[in-house]
T-cell receptor
């Protein structure tokens, strides 16, 4: 079975500081990995996805994530946090058929002015 | 382009009542799915469909029924609501064409908040 683990249900950073949200996956085959963001009272929207083309993936709003097979990790980073980054972030994994996505429990990011 | 539309946005039910959450998409997506979102548990897949007439169970299907008579619509039915079904429900869709369909991106609706008393 595939799953993802997000370490830290709540992360607080100061405006301008580095954002690091952690995601580890378990999979018996190379997976497809995603980060989604959810703003208050909205549905989820895609930040970025890993499809084996490159280990460092760049997404929207300055976010990026690096796929590390040896660590089974796909951590999300942003060099400088902005107030508008405050949201809930979900890591997700699926396999080749794409019929079942498995989401992590989410990390709520707070940006302190 | 409306994307994925969910109705109603809010609903309060009494235990034992039935209701249907509606989901419609106008992107001609073959794949549609329902998730529930609960605090500390992330999103869990309830049911999904890869095309009209085809449905399958996800992680937490008990207490929910689905059908897919058209490409556009994928309603979720609660036949006898229970307080444990209090949650926020999301419908999501994507394409399933191509050899690497796992790379497809889900498009989510805005959610339906259900409270069962």
């Amino acid at each position: 079975a595939q799953s993802v683990t997000q370490l830290g249900s709540h992360v607080s950073v100061s405006e301008g500081a580095l954002v690091l949200l952690r995601c580890n996956y378990s999979s018996s085959v190379p997976p497809y990995l995603f980060w989604y963001v959810q703003y208050p009272n909205q549905g989820l929207q895609l930040l970025l996805k890993y499809t084996s083309a490159a280990t460092l993936v760049k997404g929207i709003n300055g976010f990026e994530a690096e796929f590390k097979k040896s660590e089974t990790s796909f951590h999300l980073t942003k060099p400088s946090a902005h107030m508008s980054d405050a949201a809930e972030y979900f890591c997700a994994v699926t396999k080749n058929t794409g019929n079942q996505f498995y989401f992590g429990t989410g990390t709520s990011l707070t940006v302190i002015p | 382009n409306a994307g994925v539309t969910q109705t109603p946005k809010f609903q309060v039910l009494k235990t034992g009542q039935s209701m249907t959450l509606q989901c419609a998409q106008d992107m001609n997506h073959e794949y549609m799915s329902w998730y529930r979102q609960d605090p500390g548990m992330g999103l869990r897949l309830i049911h999904y469909s890869v095309g009209a007439g085809i449905t399958d169970q996800g992680e937490v299907p008990n207490g929910y029924n689905v059908s897919r008579s058209t490409t556009e619509d994928f309603p979720l039915r609660l036949l006898s609501a229970a307080p444990s079904q209090t949650s926020v429900y999301f419908c999501a869709s994507s394409t399933v064409t191509g050899p690497s369909t796992g790379a497809n991106v889900l498009t989510f609706g805005a959610g339906s908040r259900l409270t069962v008393l």
